[in-house]
DNA sequence: TTATTCCCATAGACATTGTCTATATCTCCT
DNA sequence: AGGAGATATAGACAATGTCTATGGGAATAA
């Protein structure tokens, strides 16, 4: 086309003008000199104007020539930089990773793979977003983060959610409760006891209350909150039971502040995933995180 | 070559991204949309990383991309200056035109050509670098000036020098030497005068030197100077008969307080000249120049 | 001076690759 | 469901970028 100037042209001009040579600017650009004076005559015929003058030992840049050069050195030297950037990010030397997740899932799920995530890839900087399910996907969809990690199921179609992990949820109590230690407790049982469930809406508030529904009981909480520490430290405290993963109260369990409160039913599993948008393209390293996640496991990201 | 990549890509990607649509970027580019599919494909696989994710209703920038656009566009807005400023510096309406010469050409000579270049040329800003003529070489010669004027010949074979105006020089008076008004002098009868010539190293100076010893006589200035105004103003006192072209005290020979000293042998004529470096090109405001200074004259440049 | 070397310009042939047309696929919207 | 509009892909063609070969000029050295 005879609209616009070649931006490849300004790449050999650049090199001229800064060797003072078309061969040495030929040998820098893996180019023969008569390419690179060709080029050269080309934009001079753009310009109409002459950008250097030939003497016997190379060239020299006339005014205007100095004048073009002036912006192309800038604009070739954010060229160069934006390709050394691009080269880090593919290398993962640089970039950020943008994560939604709760609170718990990131201190008790994720904290682990976020700090070999970190070790490995130092250059990247990690931002974490902390907020509820609907809140992620929101986040999501804006393009505010790169991957979320909720619990499942997940059924918006532009998401896409690889399970990565199971958390067994249960009952506890502190040790005002001691007394039901040994017991396995029918759900009308537990009933009689103050329950403390995490907000409504919730993935694993919605998943016990259908237990309950499904056998004709209505599960009210004594008391709701909005984070999974205050659901453990209200447990401690001897404030009711409970419903917490279990694999949020391993420390507690072990150092004997809380106990499980067995139930006569069994609970389903809750799933964990990683939530990505099905039609973006995954960063880098979004790629590399999902993949140290599903190192271990055996998931694979598609 | 596989070596670096095809600075034309970013144009299209610059195009791409600010549109946010492949097909509104082939238009921009007068390209067909696969084109533009195709260019943003092969920048993808350079860098090994993914630029826009693909919608529905066009492309979005991914992180990458965002990365990569954030230097990419101030690059193609530095091109983009860059190529105005060329169209300027063509049609001359913008740049710098410098020229050298002495005070006395200037003010004599070329004044009214310079007056009627700025009314043409108004975004062309002068510079106008006063010294002698080894100096204006020397200036030529350092690319400090872009045009010197000055007296000829010229013997340097790296300067070319266009012979634009003659002068004739003569010797003048003022009214305290009234007696000579009427008489012709023959050489001999001038030297019983105090003389004021120019300063030694001036082209003048040497021409008339020369007309002297030609006829075995030997010119001694009682005052020497180093400028016109000088020779005029002592002149003009009394102090002795300057040595000066006639173009220069046209003013002062028409109001009377000077006069033309006539002697018996002819002056040749100053020859003056417009000088540029052989082998370096002219800029397009200096071309411009000579040709307005031509123009009147006949006189071609070379 | 003459020879040599280094540089740039030019010409013409060749092959790369940039570009187009035609078509497929997908998503959104009616 | 079907149409509109977006991007992706395939394959053919041609523009043009690149090379080799060569010539000319200016500086350098003998």
Redesign the interface.
Known sequence: ?S??????L??VFYWAAKTGSLTQAARK???TQPSVSHAIKQLEER????LF???ARGV?L???GA??YS??E???M??T???E???A??NLES??LRIGGSDSLFKHYLLPYLEKFHERYPGIRLHLNHGTTPEIIGFLKE?RI?LGVARMPIVDPQIQATETYQLQDCFVAGMRYAHLKDEVLSLERLLEYPIILFSRNSRARMTITEVFQSRGLSLRPEIEVGSVDLLIEFAKRGLGISYVAKEFVTKELEEGVLFEVRIDVPLPPARVGILT?S???L??AASAFIELVCEGNGNRNV
Do not use: C, W
């Open positions: 086309m609209m616009g100037i070649n931006h490849e300004y790449k650009l893996y180019l310009f109409g104007v002459t003058s030939r003497t020299e006339t005014q205007e004048v073009l912006y192309i800038q604009s070739q954010l060229i930089l934006a390709e950037k691009m080269a990010l593919r970039g950020e393009g790169d948008m039609n973006v393209p960063s880098g």
